[in-house]
């Protein structure tokens, strides 16, 4: 009797281990405050005066999760990041630069769980792709450019239920980009108006909200 005790509270144990750590599905939205240097001198360029480094950048983000022992949980997200810049001309409109970098990315955390909750810490390496799309008024063109990379993150993410699998996901983190500089299908560099390379190159401090869901 005492062996059936014992095996049903192991049973019962590794029956909620599993179902805390089992595989998630998460997405949501997220606004960052992000630095990088060579847009905003890019920018300042254009309209004559010092544009501020920090600019706020919108994200939005998915990805899964799944455990990899009793306190570590995997993580692959993608994340879709983007700023938009209006610089008046003086001939006449307005340019606009339009950048945006993609982030695949995995992340291990250690895992923390309590009575509906889980907090997860945590830091990953991923490939990441920069795009910028430059309209000039003068001759009406876009031109687009691009760059590759590695982003490094790290982060901490509260998780809280809503329901019986459905719970509500916060994320803070801190992210580097690390890109070369922008080129078109030719080849060429966006420069600034001193021969500048642009590059996307970029650290930001982030903010997301959005939902995960156990199976």
């Known amino acids: 009797m005492k062996f059936k005790i014992i095996s049903l ?27 990088a240097p060579r847009v905003t001198d890019f920018v300042s360029s254009l309209n004559g005066f010092q544009e501020n480094s920090f600019a706020t950048t919108v994200e939005f983000f998915g990805g899964c999760e799944f455990p990899l022992d009793t306190v570590l ?6 994340s879709y990041l983007f700023k938009l810049y209006t ?8 340019y606009t ?16 769980s309590g009575n509906g909750y889980f907090l997860k810490f945590g830091g990953g390496v991923g490939y990441c792709r920069g795009e910028v799309d430059f309209f000039q008024p ?16 790290v982060e901490g993410v509260a998780q809280t239920t809503l329901g019986d699998n459905l719970f509500g996901y916060i994320n803070a983190n801190m992210r580097g980009n690390f890109l070369g500089d922008v080129k078109d299908s030719n080849g060429k560099n966006l420069q600034t108006l001193n021969t500048t390379a642009v590059s996307l190159s970029s650290f930001s401090i982030g903010l997301r909200f959005g939902v995960i869901y156990y199976f």
């Open 9 to 35: 509270l192991f049973f019962l144990q590794m029956y909620s281990f599993a179902k805390e750590n089992s595989f998630a599905i998460f997405l949501g939205m997220g606004v960052n405050q992000t630095v």
């Open 73 to 78: 949980g995997g993580k692959i997200e993608y």
């Open 87 to 94: 610089i008046p001309s003086q001939q006449g409109g307005a």
């Open 97 to 112: 630069l339009f950048y945006k970098i993609h982030s695949p990315t995995i992340i291990v955390h250690y895992v923390f």
């Open 138 to 153: 003068l001759f009406s063109t876009t031109t687009h450019y691009s760059s590759n990379g590695v982003g490094l993150q």
